[in-house]
């Protein structure tokens, strides 16, 4: 199993940036995909993007892409989300994810989250 905690949430206006990091710990050597997800209230959580552990291999949600990016640091065991062009429709708990699986829609390991928000 692997933990995982995130961080830099915070308020930020609209068109601000913010920074996320999610710092794996455990059992990490058999992650092959690290990714970001987000809930908003009354909203069913969604994909926002990821990255593949070895080869940095990104994808993103359309509703991010070009706004959002997302990296790494292996020496850190560390996943970062950076967010520019912040719109209030951003606002949301984000999440971070771990999968051990090669099929992008598998995580089995998840954070608790940070909160986001945007203010028009």
């Known amino acids: 199993q692997v933990q995982l905690v995130e961080s830099g949430g915070g308020l930020v206006r609209a068109g601000g940036s913010l920074r996320l990091s999610c710092a794996a710990s455990?059992?990490?050597?058999?992650?092959?995909?690290m990714g970001w997800f987000r809930q908003a209230p009354g909203k069913e959580r969604e994909f926002v993007g990821s990255i593949t552990w070895s080869r940095g291999i990104t994808i993103y949600a359309d509703s991010v892409k070009g706004r959002f990016t997302i990296s790494k640091d292996n020496a850190k065991n560390t996943v970062y989300l950076q967010m520019n062009s912040l719109k209030p429709e951003d606002t949301a708990v984000y999440y971070c994810?771990?999968?051990?699986?090669?099929?992008?829609?598998?995580?089995?390991?998840w954070g608790q989250g940070t909160q986001v928000t945007v203010s028009s």
């Open positions: 455990g059992r990490t050597s058999g992650t092959y995909r």
């Open positions: 994810a771990a999968g051990t699986r090669s099929d992008p829609a598998y995580f089995d390991s």
